[in-house]
């Protein structure tokens, strides 16, 4: 039986950061103003793994202390070690399995990769984004692909999980493009993926390049319909899909955001994944007016079914053809 995976979040924002990405407002997406110290960062870990050795026995899971929310490895030196070295602490009494960070692509280095190692860093996140320069242009990233391509490389070759994070909809993109990064993460070799669609959070550039027409964000319809289309080439390639959709937060939610937000994004995307897989049976095979009966494994259902049986919904009125699962 596969392991439950727990990922302790400390986030860790990036003061200072030099960079201006057009979408980041980091604050709104930790939740998180002040700076991380070593105390608060042992009480969010001690808390975390409470109710994780409460209800969960040993051996049955793997828990890893994970730095997110900003560069970490571009924060600074003497603050990125101190953390390290209590994350380092957990892993060595055996209470952790592992400790995982994200950064950008241009903050990784022989140097600090060695570092990362010697504290028992297990995994790295990159945010990729997007494969395309002009995207990453436009989005004010400052750096290109070609970076990430390096960067995956390296923690490769220091046996490092690599971990790739891109975004949908961003200025510039396509969805031809969209779909290239995906294909380009499955070649750089990532164990692990996350996906963002983009969304328009007051106080970004995004958010002035909004108002004044110059952005215009994919519709929740538009988003749904490029993840599901982006999602198989990882499952084909096994790569383990952390997270879909930003999570709903005080910060981040219908009222607070503009573009395609939903609370079950994720769960959109993984009936419209099946739904595609359906139709294309029924289209190949030429069926309507009829009942389409098919086993289906118990955790499958709610996905086949779909959010608020919009999948039930969309074959009768399509094809007239009521599914039905055994
Ligand atoms: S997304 Fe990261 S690199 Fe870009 S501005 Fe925000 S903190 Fe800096």
Redo the contacts with the bound molecule.
Sequence with gaps: MKKRNFHIPVFV??KG?????V????RKITGQTDDMTVQKAREIIDSHLESIEKYNKKGEYKAEIAFF???FT?IEREQMTQLLSLAHEYVKSGRVDGVRCST?PDCIDDEILLICKSYGMTAIEL?LQSADDYVLQCS???HAFKDTKRAAELIKSHKIELGLQMMTGLPGDTDEKSVNTAKQIVSLGANTVRIYPTLVMEGTHLWKMYKCGEYVPQTLEQAVFLVAKIVPFFNDAGIDILRIGLQTTDNVNEKTVIGPYHNAFAELVYGRVIRNKIESYVVENNMQNCTFQFEAPKEKISQIIGHKKENLIYFKEKYNIDIKLI
């Design positions: 924002p990036h950061c030099p960079h201006d990405c979408f980041c407002n980091q929310g900003g560069s571009a950008r945010g004010a990233r400052g």
